[in-house]
């Protein structure tokens, strides 16, 4: 659940483009393998602005899509971006106003690395999922980026954004002890890795500087005022990012996908 | 080309059985999309005991494979585990006996990344490429390693080796500009994660600890000859890498595979 002290990128009309640049780019790798029956009751936790939900109906055109965020000016973008196609709902994620086993299906993207206590989040997430319902949870692990040229600069920024993020930035890698440890079985975990080189332009475009280099540039102001970095020394590592996308450069980037039953 | 000085992993037989365990627990992620046609001529560059070869001959088993490698040990190794299916040619590198546009195809698997100069050995090797021909390039970047639980501990051991290795233990990254410099064309790269987790027994075993961690381990005395550990920091490093292969610890690591046409 996104909250507006907590989402540490952000509410503006840039961060929304970029959280839909960042879907459409990634739609393939993240979303092809997820698709719910017709009529089966899918409830999406922490939706934003619709960036993923858009292609959670596009997987699933039959199925009963609900979607839920903590901050209502997301949801009215979501509606916007996706219809009246799902049924949305303003909730806090600790809060759901839902029954006990009230979905077969619970799909969380992009959410529990800005929570202080995932595992306390998917047990209160657990409670809404029919027993032998099924959970599907993505997360990104900005500790698995690296890129050519190498660069301490540029690493540099990426330290940065880690250290600023509420919860875990580098949550990705363990996604299969978090989910074990909220009790839900047969848990199983794939690594989703973007590789941008000079083969993949609009990967170059839309992961590497609209997606990857946008969100660390966003946290400029915090790491300048936190006195994580200095001007120069930001504007030098933000430059090298940025080199990763020349011709020659590459980029590379690994979320992670799991699946569980509840 | 592995050379006696120039093979940072060794010639021992415990090395030989971490090769042919890296082989086979990879062998689908790295090796299910090649197959040459029946009669095509092939060449392995760098076959080393062969633990490639096996899987290259299971995949293309109608094709003309040939395997090089500088060493003769290897050599005798090699044809001990794939038999005389292949023909084996004790070979320089950058000495090719063949001639020009004698290979169809050319197979070369961890094997740059142990090269001062990867880009003059691509160049030795398209000599020996018919024009239109196919170049497979594979390699890993130890750069890529991340894990659960993180530690400064062990990320110590593991810059050790990429600090002893010559040539460049981060090479994956960057074989798209490499062999385009080479002058190959329609370069195309994919990345191919390996994540070992709680559910993957056969992984944490045949990956964690008898490929990455063994081979981390192999440099212990060269690094402490180096001075760049000490006995204490290297235990608590090694340590630390192997409990990411206990119960609730996450392992990943990404290969890169390249092709290209001569």
Not at 67 to 95: E, H, Q, T
Not at 123 to 151: K, Q
Not at 199 to 215: I, K
Not at 220 to 234: F, I, K, N, S, V
Request: net charge negative; glycine share 10%.
């Amino acid at each position: 659940m996104r909250t507006a002290t907590a989402y540490v990128h952000g509410y503006s009309a840039t961060e929304a483009r970029r959280l839909g640049d960042q879907a459409d780019t990634l739609a393939e790798l993240l979303h092809h393998d997820t698709g719910y029956p017709a009529g089966s009751r899918v409830l999406e936790v922490g939706c934003g602005v619709g960036a993923q939900t858009v292609h959670l109906v596009a997987g699933s055109p039959a199925a009963a899509i609900t979607a839920v965020d903590v901050s209502a000016a997301s949801l009215a973008a979501a509606r916007d971006r996706v219809g009246d196609r799902v049924r949305w709902c303003r909730a806090d994620l600790f809060a759901l106003p839902f029954q006990d086993g009230e979905f077969e299906h619970l799909f969380v993207c992009f959410v529990l690395e800005h929570l202080p206590d995932p595992v306390a989040a998917l047990h209160a997430l657990r409670r809404v999922l029919r027993p032998g319902g099924t959970v599907t949870v993505i997360e990104g692990d900005h500790g698995s980026a690296f890129y050519h040229p190498a660069s301490p600069h540029a690493q540099h920024t990426i330290d940065c954004l880690v250290r600023l993020q509420p919860g875990d930035a580098l949550i990705g890698r363990r996604l299969h002890p978090l989910l074990t440890a909220a009790g839900f079985r047969d848990v199983a975990v794939t690594p989703r890795t973007v590789h941008a080189d000079d083969a993949h332009p609009h990967l170059v475009a839309g992961f590497t500087h609209n997606t990857f280099v946008a969100m660390v540039e966003a946290v400029r102001d915090r790491a300048l005022t936190a006195g994580l970095t200095t001007e120069a020394r930001w504007r030098e590592g933000i430059a090298d990012l940025r080199r990763t996308g020349d011709p020659g450069g590459t980029f590379t980037y690994t979320f992670f996908k799991a699946t569980g039953v509840g």
